[in-house]
């Protein structure tokens, strides 16, 4: 005979954004040590422990069955397809107490010995109310999986100060360019400024030789004569232009005396 169990169903009551935790009692109803295994169609969504043991004669294990906080909360009429498989053999004193071994030995000589039991899993709502709209047919579960026989919850990422350990990898990487950037720009200015006096006294005296030349262009009578013969042979290259194009003589004589002005006030 199999064990019974209780409750046949596992309800789990919101909010899921926090663990919960219901029991599952295994009563082994034999004159005869029973080995126990718990599966789960989501063996990452469950913590069991134990998830498995021996049962001894007449007696009762409880097994604690664990929902892992979720990050957000589901529909409230989501359908929780959620399943749990107890596998159970009758085993007598002398066999192997290890229950591992024992398992394994079953498995592969006497697999037609073991019993199954399958529990469902409700989502029930907050305080006392029940569910509404049971389903009224078997869907086709996933493969059953044992879940972990821990208590631990999946670890979170090592953080310092709030930040996780990514983000701070990020963060240090922009300040180590920004840092970069104005290591440069600073070098630039750096090597721009003059460095000691000696070094400003030469960049002072150069710039009035070039101020100084460029006001004896300006002034000397040849180097405006210069500009003045340039801009006469640009008139006379206008002046040809226009007579081969057919533009107005008073039009051409107009450029012509703008073009002398020009040449003499700033020439």
Not at 74 to 79: I, Q, Y
Not at 86 to 94: G, H, M
Not at 142 to 152: E, G, I, K, L, R
Not at 246 to 261: D, E, K, N, R, W
Request: charged share 20%.
């Amino acid at each position: 005979m199999s064990v019974e169990l209780h409750p046949t169903e596992l309800g789990f009551r919101r909010p899921f954004t926090r663990e919960v935790t219901e029991v599952l009692k295994l009563a082994n109803p034999n004159d005869a040590p029973v080995a126990f295994k718990v599966k789960t169609t989501a063996p990452k969504q469950y913590c069991v422990r134990p998830n498995s043991g021996m049962i001894p004669p007449n007696g009762e294990v409880e097994v604690q069955v664990l929902l892992q906080a979720m990050k957000e909360e589901p529909p409230l009429d989501a359908k929780c397809r959620d399943k749990f498989l107890v596998q159970t053999v009758l085993t007598s004193a002398d066999q192997d107490p290890n229950v591992t071994t024992l398992w394994q030995t079953v498995e592969k000589t006497a697999k037609n010995t073991i019993q199954e039991k399958k529990i469902r899993v409700n989502f029930l709502p907050a305080g006392g109310a029940t569910p509404n709209g049971t389903s009224s047919h078997e869907e086709q579960p996933p493969a059953y999986s044992s879940p972990s026989p821990q208590f631990d919850s999946p670890a979170p990422r090592s953080s310092i100060g709030g930040v996780s350990t990514a983000e701070s990898a990020r963060t240090s990487m922009a300040n180590a360019a920004d840092a970069t950037g104005l290591t440069s720009a600073a070098t630039t200015i750096a090597n721009a400024v003059p460095t000691s006096n000696q070094e400003l006294q030469e960049q002072l005296a150069t710039a009035r030789a070039q101020i100084k030349k460029l006001s004896e262009q300006v002034q000397d009578p040849q180097f405006r004569q210069r500009k003045v013969q340039e801009a006469s042979e640009k008139v006379q290259t206008v002046v040809q232009q226009s007579h081969e194009s057919g533009v107005p003589l008073q039009i051409v004589a107009g450029l012509c005396l703008l073009s002398f002005l020009i040449a003499y006030l700033f020439f």
